[in-house]
């Protein structure tokens, strides 16, 4: 990882979602930014493509149909088509074509309680991170800097912490004081140490980074050592990281899907 700071990003596509879970309480912070279109539907459960694309590079590379009139290449987000020569004069080259309206940055941010880290539409109070030991990452910017390294925690809903295909046990994105790489969850401070059943088992030495496309994994350790299926998505503004089909069947709300990415500042 880069040696400075990074503001943590999500490709997530924003909705307008109703309902909460009566489990789960809003609170600290994170950063995404908006999906292209692509996303698909399956039981309940919104997977939207992770492509990486330049705001210049149309939404698709995939084969234009030939004949397409303007409107209809406007429709579809192309450029025009290009004017035709009538003389011999120096063709004028068009302007690239602008950014499509539904791309975005969408910011985490604290909203209540100082515990879980949310989904918000302002990019300007973006968690700040930056890479510290093995797998860990510092908050900078937090509400709780009594607690410095971004991590999991198990939800307070479950009665245990493991995670597995098919269980709709899930986990928090929430502040965390350190434990060791490839450690089983450890009952440290954490941001719900306060809550009522608390503290939680948490786990901080969790993050890998990909150097060529920049996406940030978690990796949760269950309680008998086996890596468990760490998967992020979310309902409403809340992210949750586990089995998000599990969460769908066992909740019965609407989830999607993300990916993290690291944004250099």
Known sequence: MQASLFKVFSLLALVAISGAL??????????????????????????????????????????VPAGLTNGERLARHLPLKPPTRRSSARRAVASPAAPPANRGYIQVLTTYAQRQYLVQPSIDDALLVAPSGDRNL???????????????VQSRGDTSSGLAKGISNYLYLASTEQTPPNATPQNVGNSFSSVPGGPLPSESAVWTHDPVTHTLKAHW?????????????????????GDPEAFYQAHEVPVRKIAFVFMAM
């Open 22 to 63: 009566a489990s789960p309480l809003p609170a600290p912070s994170l950063a995404v930014r908006a999906m292209l279109p692509g996303c698909t539907t399956a039981n309940g459960i919104e997977i939207c493509n992770n492509t990486r694309r330049s705001y210049h590079e149309g939404p698709s590379r995939d084969r």
């Open 138 to 152: 510092v908050t900078l910017n937090s509400d709780i800097p009594s607690l410095a390294l971004l991590g999991l």
């Open 221 to 241: 350790i269950n309680s008998d050592g086996s890596p468990a299926p760490t998967i992020a998505f979310t309902h409403g503004p809340a992210i949750y990281l």
